[in-house]
C-alpha cells in the first residue's frame, strides 16, 4: 500500500473514532512503528488530525452524527494540561483541612487529587490513576471506590454496591458543557456521576474553557445541581452569562495565577 493509501486509511478510521494509538496502526496496516509515525507527522502536518501521545487524534469538536466521542483518558490528560492544571490549583483551595472530598476520574480531577495528596483530609475517588498515584506519594487518607474496574475510561464502579462515603464537596470534570448541564458519552460516567452526586453537599465541576463547545450525547447532571464552575480565562463572556443565569458560580483560574 502506498503512503498516501494508508494517511487516507487513519484519517477515515478517525472519522468514527477519536484516537488510535501507533500499536493499533501498526497491526490494523501491517507496517512498523517507525512508519505509523511518519504517516501521522504526514497527516498533523496536513492539519487533517492531531499528533499526540501515543498515537493520533481526530480534530477537536469532530463528531460522528453531530455528537462528540470520548477521548481514551491516556489521550485527554495530554490536552490543555497547563489549564488543567490551574483549574486544579484553584480547586484545591477550596478544601479545607479535616475535609471529606470526593474526586472523580478524569484528567483535570488527576490533577486535583495530586494537589491534594499531602493534605490531611479523606478522599474518595473511583479514579484508578489517581489511586494509584495516591497510594505511592499520599499522605491523605484515601478511600478507593468498589466494583469492578473499567480501564476505559479508567474509573471503577458497581452497580449494586451503594456508595457509603459522604463529603462536603464532588469534584468532577466533564466531557461537554452546555445549557443542558454536565454531558458524557460514556453511560458508564454518567451513572457514576449520578451515584456520587447524591453523596456530597456541594458540586464543583472542573473543566476547561473548550468543554463549551463540545457536545456529548447524555446529560449527567443539569446546571441546576452544579454549585460552582472552575475554568480557565478562556470562557466566552456569552457562556458566563449562560451558566450564571443558571445559578452556577463561575470561577476563573487566569494563567498569571490570579483568581477571579
Avoid: W
Amino acid at each position: 500500500m502506498s503512503d498516501s493509501g494508508r494517511q487516507r486509511q487513519i484519517v477515515e478510521l478517525l472519522r468514527d473514532r477519536p484516537f488510535a494509538s501507533v500499536r493499533e496502526l501498526q497491526e490494523r496496516l501491517g507496517v512498523s512503528a517507525a512508519t505509523v509515525r511518519r504517516d501521522i507527522d504526514r497527516i498533523d502536518e496536513a492539519g487533517e488530525a492531531r499528533k499526540v501521545y501515543g498515537g493520533i487524534s481526530a480534530l477537536d469538536g469532530a463528531s460522528h452524527a453531530g455528537v462528540a466521542y470520548a477521548r481514551p483518558y491516556d489521550e485527554n490528560r495530554d490536552l490543555a494540561v497547563e489549564a488543567k492544571r490551574q483549574i486544579a490549583a484553584l480547586a484545591a483551595t477550596m478544601v479545607r483541612d479535616g475535609d471529606a472530598v470526593i474526586v472523580h476520574g478524569g484528567s483535570t480531577c488527576f490533577h486535583l487529587g495530586v494537589k491534594l495528596a499531602d493534605r490531611n483530609i479523606r478522599l474518595y475517588t473511583n479514579s484508578m490513576p489517581l489511586a494509584a498515584y495516591l497510594s505511592d506519594h499520599g499522605h491523605c487518607s484515601l478511600t478507593v471506590a468498589g466494583g469492578e474496574l473499567h480501564r476505559e475510561p479508567g474509573i471503577t464502579h458497581s452497580l449494586t454496591q451503594a456508595v457509603t462515603f459522604y463529603a462536603s464537596k464532588f469534584f468532577l470534570g466533564a466531557q461537554g458543557l452546555g445549557q443542558e448541564g454536565v454531558l458524557e458519552s460514556h453511560p458508564l460516567l454518567v451513572r457514576s456521576i449520578v451515584d456520587l452526586s447524591l453523596c456530597a453537599d456541594q458540586i464543583v465541576v472542573l473543566a476547561d474553557s473548550r468543554k463549551l463547545s463540545i457536545h456529548a450525547r447524555n446529560v449527567a447532571l443539569p446546571l441546576s445541581r452544579i454549585g460552582t464552575l472552575i475554568t480557565d480565562d478562556g470562557l466566552a463572556d456569552a457562556d458566563a452569562r449562560m451558566l450564571e443565569d443558571a445559578g452556577v458560580m463561575v470561577r476563573i483560574a487566569s494563567a498569571s495565577g490570579a483568581i477571579q
